[in-house]
């Protein structure tokens, strides 16, 4: 299964982000206090002077008659290039734009995430108030031709993209009917925040990015679960690539009273700790989930609650990105993003190209959820769902249970079922056998021999009546696709 998701498309713009918003004049003349340090105003004027002539030279002579604006964009990516950083960047005013409007998740299109499987192109979900779910598009629908156009593959998606105030047609498939729907494309400005509470009172709040007003969000979330009771929360911050600094360190503010956010490091070397003075103590278990897509601000974050024993974390180790950046305004209306800091967790942990490891390391999407439930003190639960869908307890949240039906057989993901029994899973290659130790100790092996193991899409995936048959309090249903799992 291909995820097609608008924000997972935005992630990988944003990716691996930090940013602190200074005044473009203040910082400049920083940069030039810096820079004089053991240099000659002589020997800056002889650079400076050295760099004009060769444009001028090279303007007024070269037989291939460059632009010089292309010859001065030439040379500034060459100097970004020779420091070898990643995340420094030089944006047109153009260029700006979209990057901001990628941090607070701002696009056009009709509103949907999608993803492709077994050839065919599903709606995934339909944002809220999007042109999407005023045209009368829904969650399952599977999407089989776009303005005319038959979908051929992942690739076919990208015709729903375009400019805003235009026109898409999209045909679909539903319930057996074919169904066209003509949708205007519109900007859609994609929430940051979803919450949820269970009715064990667990409450729940997905972070998709630390923009610039997701602090706000957050605030209001937090305090309408606080309101209904909330006694443990599960933080999800899988999949944000980070924002900006600012916004993490006032969300901390909710769960720390008084501590270190991170340290931070400039050219001097010196740590300096950057604290929280003011904040609150949340008073509630928390269970942080990570994936490897948890980047800069979402590490600040998690890497705070963690040492200031806050919380716990779960999930995939993150993606070690531990360097800010500044974006610095320039006198042409262009800008900067250049890379003027590294930090540390408050335990002074560097994990730049390493990242956070979590306290339960845990591989599938649904288990990691499940196991963040059961960490924060849920005791029974009622998973159901199916290639697109998925809830806990009554509640939907974003994800899927995956299952592979082949006759009578039906298989569930190998990690999804360990999870429920608050166990692990390993892979005996020899004897091709997965083993399943539970919450108990106990140990039960499922071999390939005996058909109890498939693999698709580097999953393994267990045969759901001989899971059941060694873990009888496990119950489950299955009909129209879907799968529902149950605990005592």
Do not use: C
Not at 134 to 146: E, F, N, P, Y
Not at 179 to 198: D, G, W, Y
């Amino acid at each position: 299964m291909i995820k097609l998701s608008i924000r997972n498309a935005l992630i990988s713009t944003t990716l691996t982000l930090s940013l602190l918003l200074l005044p473009g004049a203040a910082f400049a003349a920083d940069s030039q206090q810096t820079a004089t340090t053991g240099t000659t105003e002589a020997t800056q004027a002889s650079d400076t002077q050295l760099i004009q002539e060769v444009l001028d030279y090279i303007s007024a002579h070269n037989v291939s008659g460059v632009k010089r604006e292309e010859l001065i964009r030439a040379a500034i990516e060459g100097m970004i290039y020779q420091l070898d950083d990643p995340y420094t960047s030089y944006f047109t005013a153009d260029e700006l734009k979209q990057f901001q409007d990628s941090i607070n998740q701002d696009y056009v299109g009709i509103g949907v995430t999608l993803y492709f499987d077994n050839n065919k192109l599903y709606v995934d979900s339909v944002i809220s108030g999007s042109p999407a779910e005023k045209s009368g598009l829904k969650a399952g629908d599977v999407i089989t031709r776009i303005n005319g156009e038959a979908v051929t593959g992942p690739d076919t998606a990208a015709g729903l993209a375009g400019e805003e105030n235009t026109q898409v047609t999209v045909t679909v498939q539903r319930s057996g009917k074919t169904l066209s729907f003509s949708v205007t494309r519109a900007e859609i400005f994609l929430p940051t925040v979803n919450a949820a509470i269970t009715d064990s009172k667990i409450g729940y709040i997905q972070l998709t990015s630390f923009a610039e007003n997701a602090d706000e969000d957050f605030a209001d979330a937090l305090s309408k679960l606080q309101a209904s009771g909330m006694k443990s929360l599960v933080l999800d911050l899988r999949d944000n690539g980070g924002g900006y600094i600012d916004t993490a360190n006032n969300i901390a503010k909710h769960f720390i009273d008084k501590g270190i956010l991170m340290y931070t490091q400039d050219q001097s070397g010196l740590l300096v700790p950057q604290t929280i003075t003011d904040g609150v103590k949340i008073g509630v278990p928390v269970v942080v989930v990570t994936n490897e897509n948890s980047a800069s601000a979402s590490e600040i974050l998690t890497g705070a609650l963690r040492d200031n024993h806050v919380a716990t974390t779960v999930g995939t180790t993150t993606y070690g990105k531990a360097r800010i950046q500044n974006v610095i305004s320039l006198s042409n209306g262009d800008a900067l993003k250049l890379t003027t800091e590294k930090y540390l967790t408050p335990s002074k942990e560097d994990f730049n190209k390493i990242g956070l490891k979590p306290d339960f390391e845990v591989k599938n999407s649904t288990a990691q959820l499940i196991t963040a439930f059961s960490l924060a003190g849920m005791k029974t639960m009622k998973i159901s769902g199916d290639n697109h869908s998925l809830s806990v307890n009554g509640k939907s949240f974003s994800g899927t249970l995956d299952t592979i039906k082949k006759g009578s057989s039906i298989y569930v993901p190998a990690r999804v079922l360990t999870s429920l029994v608050l166990g692990e899973v390993a892979w005996n290659a020899k004897d091709k056998k997965i083993i399943v130790t539970d919450g108990r100790g106990q140990r039960n092996g499922f071999t390939v021999a005996s058909n109890q193991v498939v693999f698709q899409n580097q999953e393994s995936y267990i045969e759901i009546h001989a899971f059941v048959k060694k873990y009888p309090s496990l119950k489950w249903s299955y009909s129209q696709n879907k799968l529902t799992l149950s605990t005592p």
